[in-house]
């Protein structure tokens, strides 16, 4: 197979984009229409299809959040009968009802052509060896990946989340070339090659990374691509807008295309929600163009980002976005698991022995992100050593059910945690390295 996978989309005028983005946007609000959430949506702003005349009239359409996907738990955002959908994943950092998202055959095959065309365009070949660290199942960068990979012709090794020495000897054995890896595990990974005497420079045959699934600095990426000797290019993705591929940085590596003939892109204020200029930081909102399944229309991604303004010396003129800044809401993301405190305190709070105030700790320890959660025993607390260890135990696994990461649980006295004195509790403490 030698297939070209630069799309000729990737370097027409803005104006042609526009005009694409518009026809896209009529079918995208078509299909939308079918889902009972945009009717009523819809209805309550008075709004129809025909008044969208143009692009600029985004701003009329009605916002899609987080909690709109929880409320319509399954399938109730289905835009097509379900008999046409062949794929549901759904996001971590949720309690209660997760996020879910369905596909239809089209939609992972547009998913693919969108992974592969990334990775095509920082040098990826099918003679590439491709291995995933990625969870699979219901992480999108596993199986995201993989048929991006595999559509581009690449030998795939999905190896999955952990088990470093085992990365290792198939990096070796296989002669890797090309990996997707969050950028705190590409650390962990250099640390534990050091320890098995690999060198990943003279041993290994990496020569491009895909690092993302969590906000990382210009410095720890340098710091990756000198300890492993590899070009490491940001790659954006999110469950809701399918998983990896929304946005890619090219060779210049100077902020990431977002591909507009898939995605309309606004950059809002947070609070007002009205759109910020080219250049501020603000919040990501996307409307999806190309999806059958299940459309959505003013997505809040709750990242914070701005748009890079200038053209790219690459000649793509889909516009850039800068590294991301944070989020707008009070999500952590470990080991490239989403997690929000709540997750944590619904946990805690069932338990009659426990009081009410514990504090979540993120830190770097031998290259490995970990997280402790001290939390204050309550008046029922106990001092028995035995009945504490278990309680420990209990309290650790139904965290890790919760929230798919294991803390490390410590209980503390009654009273050595700062309490929400007339105010919000510091509930996170985020020591983490970032170089
Ligand atoms: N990706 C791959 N492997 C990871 C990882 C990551 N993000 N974070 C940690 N690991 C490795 C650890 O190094 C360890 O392996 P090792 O001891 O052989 O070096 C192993 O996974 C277990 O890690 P540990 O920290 O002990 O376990 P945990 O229970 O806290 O976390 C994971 C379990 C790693 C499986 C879970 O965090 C996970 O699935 N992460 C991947 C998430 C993902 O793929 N996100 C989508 C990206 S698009
Ligand atoms: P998920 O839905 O589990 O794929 O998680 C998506 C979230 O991960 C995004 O909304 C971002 O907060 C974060 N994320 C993904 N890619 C990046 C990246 N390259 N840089 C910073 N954060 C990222
Ligand atoms: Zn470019």
Redesign the pocket.
Known sequence: MNKDFYNPVEGISRDELRKLQYTRLQKTIASALNVPFYQKAFKALGLSASDIRSLDDIIKLPFTTKDDLRNNYPFKMAAIPLKDCVRVHS???TTGNPTVVLHSKNDLDAWAELVARNLYMVGVRDTDVFQNTSGYGM???GLGFQYGAEKLGCLTVPAAAGNSKRQIKFMKDFGTTVVHIIPSYATRLAEVMAEEGVDPKKDLKIRILA??????TEEQRKRIEELLGVKAY???????MC??GV?FECKEQNG?HIWEDNVIVEIVNPVTLQPVPDGEIGELVLTTLNREAMPLIRYR???LTRIIPGDCPCGRTHRRLA??QG?SDD?M?LK???IFPIQIEKILMGYKELGSNFLITLETISNNDEMTVEVELGELGTDNVGDLKDLVKDITRKLKDEILITPKVKLVPKGSLPSAEGGKAVRVKDLRKLF
């Open positions: 996001s971590s950092g992480f999108t960068g690092i993302g699934a969590e906000p990382h940001n790659s954006f993705g999110m469950s809701e998983g990896p946005a990431l991604t709750r990242d590294r991301f989020r999500m993301i490239g698991v989403n």
